[in-house]
């Protein structure tokens, strides 16, 4: 009775193991294997069969092997029965067998991860795309209708007569803001549409820090009275990223620092830094962030500032999709940003990068 329980039970775990998505191998204590699962065939290029009797070392590095005991979740590269590389997620158990220690391998090939989070990434970005059509749509009917009022209005002053040239002026301006902020909307969303993927490649955090300054600080200086401090790391490492992504995202949180302490003049205060070492973070990590000394942000709306067409700001001047867009830019690079305010007042948006992508 207990031999056919047994027996069942052995039938079950076989079968169960030749339906894992995952590539098993069994290894007896002299490292034969003795079981390998369909996907495991598939993996290393032969058929189960072809597989079973033949040394672990062949396919596995050999340092793997010599380990007794349990390995969580490690990336390395398994060889396939012509000899090619392939890199996968391994892990392994240790399974006793009467006397005998066993191993199980369990193995994900990481191509098909990285397939896996394309396909998941396209479809996030797809369903982001939705998301902001409809509300492009909805926040283009504002300022198209204030173009069509303005134009009718200008008609009828037109022909009554009635127009000076104060009131025209008036009526340029109404249509022209409007028409900005039209533009400015669609191109957002051809720039989010459109997109070609990340153009990654060596550079250095201080040069985009530069790159923005050199675009907006004329503008600061003449036209806003707001001066910029900067206070960047030297010898920070060289971080691979977008550079015009990246360069985007401190253009569009800069801008919100100038506005912030409109009419007053006031001071915006640039940093970079690396972040201290992080075993979730192997590679290294850089940060930077951009202070203002404007009113802050009130703390209910820390996160809301984030979504797509907030804002605060008067009709016509703002989007409210410049940190949407940073924050997207930022993700795309597995990076992270947030809102704070300062102890000494004003708000605090900072940018954490992985080192490498
Ligand atoms: P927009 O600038 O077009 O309003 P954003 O997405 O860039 O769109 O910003 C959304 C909102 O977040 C702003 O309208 C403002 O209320 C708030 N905000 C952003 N940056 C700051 C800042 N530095 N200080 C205070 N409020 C800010």
Known sequence: MVEIRRDSAVRLVSDLMQRMASAILVLNTSGIITFANPVAADLLGASSDALVSQPGKRFLPEALLKLSGHLQQRETAVHDINGRAIPVSLSMTPIKNGSDNWKLIAMTNLAEVQRANDALYHTQRLAGVGTLTASVAHELTNPLSIITATCSNLIHEVDSDNLDA???????????????????????????????????????????????????????????????????????????????????????????ARD??????????????????????????????????????????????????????????????????????????????????????????????????
């Open 166 to 256: 104060e009131m025209l002026l008036h009526y340029i301006h109404m249509i022209e803001q409007s028409a900005w902020r039209s533009a400015r909307i669609v191109e957002v969303l051809r720039h989010y549409t459109h997109d070609a993927g990340l153009q990654t490649a060596v550079t250095s955090l201080n040069m985009i820090i530069e790159d923005a300054l050199t675009l907006m600080k004329p503008q600061f200086v003449k036209e806003y009275n707001v001066s910029i401090h900067t206070d960047l790391a030297q010898d920070l490492p060289s971080i691979v990223c977008d550079h015009n992504r990246i360069t985007q995202v401190l253009i569009n949180l800069l801008g919100n």
């Open 260 to 357: 912030a302490m409109q009419p007053d003049a006031g001071a915006v205060h640039v940093k970079t830094w690396a972040m201290p070492p992080n075993q979730a973070q192997a590679g290294g990590q850089l940060a930077f962030s951009v202070r203002d000394e404007g009113p802050g942000i009130p703390p209910a709306l820390l996160e809301q500032i984030f979504e797509p067409f907030f804002t605060t700001k008067p009709s016509g001047t703002g989007t409210g999709l410049g940190l949407f867009i940073a924050r997207e830019l930022v993700e795309q690079h597995n990076g992270r940003i947030w809102a704070e305010n300062h102890p000494d007042g004003g708000a605090l948006f900072t940018v954490v990068l992985p080192q490498k992508q």
